[in-house]
């Protein structure tokens, strides 16, 4: 029988970089990755931000560095990722693809680099970006907030985070299968609802958070392809021992499951629920009966003192 659960500390983060690590030179899932990044970053059109700093959280091989640069050409870019098989992959990007940009004073080329580091440690200075945006990562992490939080203490004052997650719908049609089939010991990956999403982001102190989702539903005529894809989307990492799933028994009975469930054109359909949040880091917050500063406000606040 699957478990359901959204509860993201099921999720194995060794699991989650072995995954990834394996699929470093994969293309399969890009279609996905890329649509869904298309669509954030229309998000610029009316969110209006000017970063000097911008870190992207998940940034893989590192590919979407152009879209910054054409965007936010005098912004450095820091990319930062817990596979070292995508980071290395992002490092030969980088290394492709130098920046010709040369800032407004001084010969300095805008810099690009990236980092092997856990979302939620990530090492680098407190309040030294102006923008956080992740793509489609957030989801993959034990402790979502542990990551807000530190985007809370990466960002400048008014710096703005933006990401998107899979939402708990995204493939309700492999639970079904799952049910149907009646497999015994799985475990299928926790997704979050997006109110959720919220309310953590009001609690790590964010300010006036925007959360929305959009329904996409991609059709295949095969189940062995459906499943192919859902590995490269990722897979499964809280995956538990001696699941019936990881056998080829269990893995023909979910296809028979899956056949059984196409549409009246005959495809079968796989869900994916995409959703998007963005907020902003204001100068002090309440935590309880605690109020917050920034060191960035405090330092202001002293200079002109």
Request: net charge positive.
């Amino acid at each position: 029988m699957s478990t359901p659960s959204n509860d993201p500390s099921i999720i194995i983060i060794d699991r989650v970089i072995k995954q990834f690590d394996r699929r470093a030179n994969s293309k399969d899932a890009l279609f996905l990755y890329d649509e869904v990044f298309s669509r954030m970053f229309e998000k610029f059109d009316y969110i209006k931000s000017d970063p000097k700093t911008i870190i992207d959280l998940g940034c893989a091989d590192g590919r979407h560095y152009i879209n910054f640069r054409q965007r936010f050409k005098n912004a450095q870019y820091i990319g930062v990722d817990a596979s070292p098989q995508r980071i290395a992959r992002c490092h030969e990007f980088l290394s492709s693809h130098p920046s010709q940009k040369k800032r407004l004073f001084g010969s300095k080329p805008v810099s690009a680099e990236c980092m092997l580091a856990d979302m939620a440690f990530t090492g680098l200075m407190p309040e030294s970006a102006d923008l956080i945006f992740s793509n489609l990562t957030l989801h993959c992490h034990p402790n979502p907030m542990a990551v807000f939080n530190e985007c809370r203490r990466l960002l400048r004052v008014d710096g703005l985070l933006l990401f998107s997650v899979f939402g708990p719908s995204t493939f309700k049609q492999l639970r079904d299968a799952i049910k149907l089939a009646g497999l015994k010991n799985v475990r299928t990956h926790p997704y979050i609802d997006m109110h959720d999403y919220g309310d953590m982001l009001m609690e790590c102190g964010f300010a006036d958070p925007v959360m929305d989702q959009e329904i996409l539903t991609l059709t295949y005529k095969s189940s062995k392809k459906l499943l192919d894809d859902i590995y490269a989307f990722g897979g499964n990492a809280c995956a538990l021992p001696q699941s019936e799933i990881a056998t080829k028994s269990g893995y023909f009975k979910l296809c028979e499951a899956l056949e059984q469930a196409r549409n009246a054109v005959g495809q079968i359909e796989l869900t994916i629920e995409i959703a998007y949040g963005h907020a902003w880091k204001l100068a002090s917050y309440k935590k309880g009966q605690e109020t917050r500063v920034s060191l960035e406000s405090l330092r202001s606040s002293l200079i002109r003192k």
